[in-house]
């Protein structure tokens, strides 16, 4: 799988909910260069959720409807600012 460029990456961490974006960003400064295939992968597809579940994750702490994204998850709150 090829992963996307950094830029398209970072204009899709843009959600229109401030908290939201700066979690986001910081994973993607902090961990993407250093992250597995797999782990970018999770990343994108992540970024894909609507908004509304995106925010139930990571700003009300709901249970992921897929358990692979608990650790993207775990990692995301652990930025929130």
């Known amino acids: 799988m090829n992963a996307a460029p950094r830029g398209q990456l970072l204009w899709r961490c843009r959600r229109g909910m401030k908290e939201l974006d700066l979690m986001l960003q910081d994973w993607l400064e902090q961990r993407y ?11 994108e597809a992540f970024l894909a959720l609507p908004d509304p579940v995106i925010a139930g994750l ?13 650790p993207l998850v775990g990692q995301l ?5």
């Open 33 to 43: 260069a250093g992250a597995t295939e797999a782990e970018r992968a999770r990343f």
């Open 77 to 81: 709150v652990q930025l929130k600012h």
């Open 58 to 70: 990571l700003l009300a702490h709901a249970a992921p409807a897929d358990p692979a994204f608990l």
